[in-house]
């Protein structure tokens, strides 16, 4: 029996599993593609075995075909077959298993011996650098969880389907929609002219609204995150870098009560607004919306706070207002290298954490009483390059507005520039002042 102070310093591993999947490739190549999808040669424990692999994956890149003498063959042209047992070693592995049948439940058992083993040196490493006081301890922190993500994103392997697997799928999926009436593949922005152009906000998309100041980027995200969470009960993740969380919740309590925001700032308010602020705040207490205040946010900050969300509340979107205010960690270099960093890195998180990543930008000064286009988005083309979808927000100058009609000064145009994988075009939506929000005009003009 293995000595207990012994077993802890041995890395995990199952030395019986990795030679029964090497000697079942070797009796059956046909078996490879179902064992790649779980395993890389650096998941086996011994050397020997990493180097029968990568030799049985260096055939079958190049098409030819994999067995004893072939394998045998490119270890020696390698000058590896000594390192890797010799001859005798590797003809003895066809001999552990009698067929393949069982190489799946092989390779599964290698490659979760090779995820603790991974967890056991990011667990040392994590405790190495604690004690490193020169190292930024959020640049530890960030590292550690990113090489957690990536371990557990091993698990999900890919897998490809039979037609008739997939038929059946897609005809229950179809029935829903049918029965549910819901076209939107997405998650709804609750602005349906938008979400017919989109099919609501998918999955992995980087999302970028952009506006000149006080043109409405916030109302507008915060109007969305509030139809998202309140209205479709999806869990909201929204930085907002900018103001306040108590400064965004006034904003949110005037829009879902709709009561005047100057009057809620000041507290003049009716008896009646009191019973439709405590209605909405009931709304809002039971919504899953998140919200993260923290002013002068890093990069770093906003990516590990992103993963808790996802990790503790499955949230299914997140806003940030906005995203030339995340800080970056280098701050030595160029600003719109900076701005570039950001940009490819709330991408890339988007892709990670498989939800919309939505971010609010600023647009050139140049643009003030025109519509804005891609090349106006500031500080960095990497901006327009990353996102999936771009969105714009364009009012008409106070003086080109007709006095005399009372609608013109809260219609606005939303303009999507960009959109990777869909049509672009004009929409328009309505802007009520008092309320700080955008709703749809056909609600609009029911409602004002």
Not at 68 to 80: A, E, M, R, Y
Not at 94 to 106: C, F, K, L, Q, R
Not at 404 to 415: C, F, R
Request: a negative charge.
């Amino acid at each position: 029996m293995i000595n207990e102070s012994l077993k802890d310093k041995v890395p995990s591993h199952n030395e019986e599993a990795e030679e029964a999947t090497l000697g079942a490739l070797l009796l059956d190549s046909e078996a490879l593609p179902s064992v790649i999808r779980y395993l890389r040669p650096e998941d086996f424990y011994k050397n020997a075995h990493k180097n029968i692999y990568r030799a049985i994956l260096d055939l079958f890149n190049k098409g030819e075909a994999i067995d004893l003498i072939t394998v045998t063959d490119v270890l020696k042209s390698s000058s590896g077959l000594e390192s890797s047992g010799g001859t005798a070693y590797i003809s003895g592995l066809t001999s552990v298993v009698p067929t393949s049948a069982n190489i799946e439940y092989y390779a599964q058992i290698v490659q979760t011996c090779s995820i603790r083993r991974n967890l056991a040196r990011i667990a040392s490493q994590i405790i190495s650098q604690s004690h490193e006081e020169s190292l930024d301890i959020r640049q530890v922190i960030e590292e550690a969880e990113k090489q957690i993500f990536e371990i557990a994103e091993r698990q999900h392997t890919g897998y490809y389907f039979k037609a008739r697997e997939i038929v059946t799928r897609t005809i229950e999926a179809i029935e829903k929609l049918y029965h549910t009436k819901d076209s939107y593949t997405g998650i709804p922005t609750g602005f349906s002219s938008l979400d017919n152009y989109t099919s609501g906000f998918q999955n992995s998309e980087f999302i970028v609204i952009g506006a000149r100041p006080s043109v409405g980027k916030t109302a507008l995200a915060l109007s969305m995150a509030a139809n998202m969470s309140i209205r479709y009960s999806k869990p909201v993740g929204f930085f907002t870098l900018e103001m306040s969380g108590m400064a965004l919740m006034q904003r949110l309590l005037s829009s879902e009560a709709r009561i005047d925001s100057i009057k809620l700032r000041t507290g003049f308010l009716k008896e009646s607004d009191l019973y439709k602020l405590t209605e909405a705040a009931g709304k809002i207490y039971d919504a899953p919306f998140y919200i993260d205040d923290s002013p002068n946010l890093k990069l770093l900050d906003l990516r590990a706070q992103a993963r808790r969300m996802k990790t503790q509340h499955d949230i299914a979107i997140l806003f940030i207002d906005y995203l030339t205010l995340i800080t970056s960690e280098n701050r030595d270099i160029p600003r719109h290298e900076q701005i570039a960093e950001v940009s490819r890195s709330l991408k890339a998180l988007a892709r990670e954490l498989n939800i919309p990543v939505v971010a609010l930008s600023q647009v050139r000064r140049e643009t003030e009483g025109k519509r804005p286009t891609l090349a106006d988005l500031r500080e960095s083309g990497s901006i327009e390059q990353d996102a999936d979808v771009v969105l714009f927000l364009h009012r008409k100058k106070h003086e080109e507005l007709n006095p005399d009609d009372d609608s013109v000064d809260t219609e606005t145009e939303l303009i999507i520039a960009k959109q990777r994988n869909g049509p672009v075009g004009t929409v328009k939506i309505a802007f009520i002042s008092k309320y700080t929000k955008f709703e749809p005009l056909a609600e609009w003009g029911a409602t004002s």
